[in-house]
C-alpha cells in the first residue's frame, strides 16, 4: 500500500516532465545553426558538433525587454573560452556590445537582458568531436512590472521567505533574487523546508539556484527542481537564491529558512573598505599587518606621496579621481581601484611575501536616490536615500541656472517656463549627466494619471527644451501646466544616467532613442538613478489659499459679535418667559382670594 501510494505521488510529476519534454522539444522547429526568432517567448533545444560557428538573433517589436537564459549547457571536455564558447551581444549582430560570455568553467546559470531592440547570440565549438548540448529560453517582460513577495534583501541573523504565491502556483516568467548577508564571520545555513517545482533532469524549465556570494555570476553552490527538502551551506557570510520559471506548469513553489553560525578559526582582523560619491576611504588594523609581517611604515598607494593617517588604525582616505585610483568602464557601472602595496624589508633578499591590498568602489548602476524638498522654518532640507552618487534636482528662477527656487511648494503661474536641473555631486571631473526620462504626476508616489515629458532622451511635450549636458549638471525646461479633475500639485521624477565623458559611445552622447526605458544591465551607459522634486502649484491655488484663509478670518472675527447677540437675545426671551409666569400666578391668587371659581352649566333642550 505505501509502494502504491508513492507511485501516485509520482504520476503528476512524470506526466509534468513528460509534458515539459514535449513543449521544449515543440518549441525547436528551428535551424539547428541559428535563427531569427521573433516570437513573445521561446524555448530552444540545440545540439551542435565540432567546428561550428552560429548565430540567433531575438528581435522585440514590443516595447519591452528581453530576458535569456542558459538553464542548461554542456561544451567538449576540456575546452576553453578561447575554443569554444556562448557571446550574447546587446543588439542586432556580433558588432553590438558583448553583455556576456558562457563556457565550460562558467560557474553560474547565465540570466542575461537586452537594453536595444534586439539581442544576438553566437555560438562557436572547436575541433574536438563531441555532441554539445544547449538549452536556452527567452521572453519579453516589463521591468516596470513588480511581483509581490520576489527577491529582495535579508539581513537579519535568522529569517525566512517564500516563492510568490506559496503555497498557491507560482506566477510564469518569475524570476526573483533574494540576497542573504549575515554577521561579520559568520556563515549561512539554508534550508527548503517544502519543495516543489516542476521536475526536469536538468532542471531546465523552472529552477532554484543558490550562490556562495552576493552575485549571480560565480559561485554557484546548486541547481535543483522536483520535489525536495534540499539544504545548503556558504562559506562567508553571503549567500543569493534565485528562482527562474517559465510560461507553463507552475506548482506550488517554496518555503525557505535560513540560520546564520560564527565561523570556526580567528576573527577576521578590522579591516573595511567604504565608498561615497567623493572619496575612498580604506582602514586596516596594525594586528591585521603585524600578522602578514608589516608595519604602516611598509605601505603605499598607486601614487606614493599619498600617506596614511596612523592611529588605532592605518587609515587611507582620498577623492575617488586622485592618488593613483584607475577608473574602469564596466558597462553596468564603473569601478574606482586603487592598490595598497606591502613592500618587504631587505636590501638584497627577503622571506616575506609580496602583498596586494585592492581596493574597488564599484558604483552599481541599480542603486536609487530619491530627494525631495521638504519646508521647514523657511529652510530647504534635502532628504536623500541609498545611493552610491549623490545627486538632486532643483527649480531655478532663468536660463542661466544661477539662482535655485527655495520656496516649497512652488507656486507658478499657467503656462509659466520653469527651469529644472539635476545636480551630480562628486570629485570625479569626467561624470557627465544625461536626463533619460521624466514624468509627472499629482501624486508623490507616482501613481495614476502621469504624464511624459522626456522619454528616452526624447523630449515628449511640445513645451520640452533640453540642454546639452554639461559636466555634472542635466538641464531642461518646460511650460507649467495642471492635471484636470482639481488634481492641485505636480511631481517630477527624472532617470538620470551617468556616464564616463571619455567614452564617446555612451548613453549619454547618444541623445534621444525611440527605445523604452532600459534594464538595469544597460551596457552603454555606466550608472542609473532617479530624483523627484515637488510639488509645483499654480498661483491660482496660492490666491484661493489666500481667499480661504483670509474668509476663515473674517468668519472668526465676526464669531464673537454673533455670539454676544445670540446671548442678548436670549437672557431677553428668558425675562419675558418668567415676567409671564409670575403674572399668571399672581392673577391665580387673587382669584381665589375673591371666591371666584368655575360651575358646570346645565343644558336645556
Known sequence: ?????????????????????????ESTGVPRCGASLHEQNKA??????????CTWQIQRNVNQTIRLIFSYFKFAPSSSCETESIKIYDGPSTNSPLLGQVCNDTDAVPVLQSSADSL???????????????FVFYYFFSPETKI??????????????????????????TYCVWHIQTAKNSKINLQFQDFFLELDQNCQFDFTAVYDGLTTNTGLIGKVCGRAQPTFESSSNTMTVVLSTDYANSYRGFSAQYTSAPLPGPVEPDTFLTCSSDSMKIVLSKSYLASLGYSETHLQLNDP??????????????????????????????????????SATGNIITRQKSIQIIAKCKMENNSTVEVIYITKNNIIQN??????YNVSMSFYDSGSFSKPVRQSPY???????????????????NLVVFVDTCIASPQPDFGSPTYDLIRSGCNKDDTVVTYPPLAHHGRFQ????????????????????????NNTNSRCTKGCSSRQKRALSESSYTWKTNTVVGPIRLRRDLRSADHAESLTKARAEETPNVQQYSFYTLSFMALISNIIIVVAVILKYHKHQAGYGYQKLQSSY
Open 44 to 53: 530552444l533545444r540545440i545540439e551542435l558538433n565540432a567546428n561550428v560557428s
Open 411 to 429: 507656486y507658478v503661474g499657467l503656462n509659466q517656463t520653469l527651469f529644472a536641473q539635476v545636480n551630480l555631486h562628486s570629485t570625479d571631473p
Open 478 to 501: 518646460f511650460n507649467a501646466f495642471r492635471f484636470l479633475r482639481s488634481f492641485p500639485s505636480v511631481y517630477l521624477q527624472c532617470d538620470i544616467v551617468i556616464c564616463d565623458s
Open 305 to 342: 606621496s599619498c600617506s596614511p593617517v596612523v592611529k588605532d588604525s592605518v587609515i587611507f582616505s582620498f577623492p575617488l579621481a586622485s592618488c593613483g585610483t584607475t577608473k574602469k568602464d564596466e558597462g553596468e557601472s564603473i569601478t574606482y581601484t586603487n592598490i595598497i602595496s606591502l
Open 1 to 25: 500500500m505505501q509502494v502504491l501510494r508513492q507511485i501516485l505521488l509520482l504520476l503528476p510529476l512524470v506526466a509534468a516532465l513528460a509534458l515539459a519534454e514535449d513543449n521544449s522539444v
Open 120 to 134: 544576438t547570440f553566437h555560438i562557436t565549438t572547436n575541433s574536438v568531436v563531441f555532441t554539445r548540448n544547449f
Open 383 to 388: 532628504i536623500t536615500s541609498v545611493g552610491r
Open 148 to 173: 509581490e513577495n520576489c527577491g529582495g534583501h535579508l539581513t537579519s541573523p535568522n529569517g525566512t521567505f517564500t516563492s510568490p504565491n506559496y503555497p498557491a502556483p507560482y506566477p510564469g516568467f
